[in-house]
């Protein structure tokens, strides 16, 4: 899927969401293991990469650039999807640059319907960083994100999810990440949108966000802010 971005026009009237979700799916999976991706400056250039089949998919070299401040502008969402690359992308937005998302159970992996994701050799630029949630009913395991730079971006290493959509995020790898003027390059944390001054434990469920082996190893960041931080629930601390 090699796509050009038309001459400058606004940005409602570039491709449209619905238009996106279905072509990307297909032509991935027509093009198989190698999918060179060249994304048009429109908000959700990418909003959800998802294989049905479970088929590998790899995105290299792709370039998304929305309109820098602009909510729901992410540029890859990987959603309820196995055995996914990205690599090589330059990625400068409003929202999250990456977003892995799994909002519904997948009764042939009840545990971890995204499993096997690797984001390696990017560049970040602005943007909420590499993220996990909020929705992650359907579980996370194994990911592995590696050598990506951060410039500028609200958040590095980021999960967000909370009691009314959380599942098993488990098995995390993050190595060799370089963060500049980065507000928050820690940012984990089972509330979302915001964290409470204060707050008492609740009955857990299936919805109760879970966060465990997650691995953080040579990370280099500077921040007008702080490091992050780390905020559990009282009924599941991290």
Excluded: W
Aim: glycine fraction near 8%.
């Amino acid at each position: 899927l090699h796509q050009r971005a038309p001459r400058a026009q606004p940005a409602h009237r570039g491709l449209g969401r619905g238009d996106l979700r279905r072509a990307l799916p297909a032509a991935l999976r027509e093009l198989g293991h190698d999918a060179r991706l060249v994304i048009p400056a429109y908000p959700r250039a990418v909003e959800y990469v998802e294989s049905h089949q479970r088929a590998l998919q790899l995105i290299r070299e792709a370039a998304a650039r929305p309109h820098l401040g602009a909510p729901l502008t992410d540029a890859i969402d990987p959603s309820t999807s196995r055995h996914v690359r990205i690599t090589n992308c330059h990625i400068d937005v409003g929202d999250d640059n990456v977003a892995i998302k799994s909002g519904k159970m997948d009764p042939a992996h009840p545990n971890a319907a995204c499993e096997d994701i690797t984001v390696a050799d990017c560049k970040f630029f602005h943007g909420h960083g590499m993220s996990i949630g909020s929705e992650t009913v359907g579980g996370v395991k194994s990911l592995k994100v590696r050598n990506i730079s951060f410039d500028q971006t609200e958040s590095g290493v980021r999960i967000k999810s909370d009691r009314t959509r959380g599942g098993i995020v488990e098995n995390l790898s993050y190595s060799d990440l370089t963060m500049n003027n980065v507000n928050a390059p820690i940012n984990i944390t089972m509330y979302y949108p915001k964290v409470p001054p204060e707050d008492t434990p609740a009955p857990a469920n299936s919805k109760t966000p879970v966060y465990r082996n997650i691995r953080i190893t040579n990370l280099t960041a500077t921040s007008p802010q702080s490091a992050g931080f780390i905020v559990g629930v009282p009924e599941s601390p991290i």
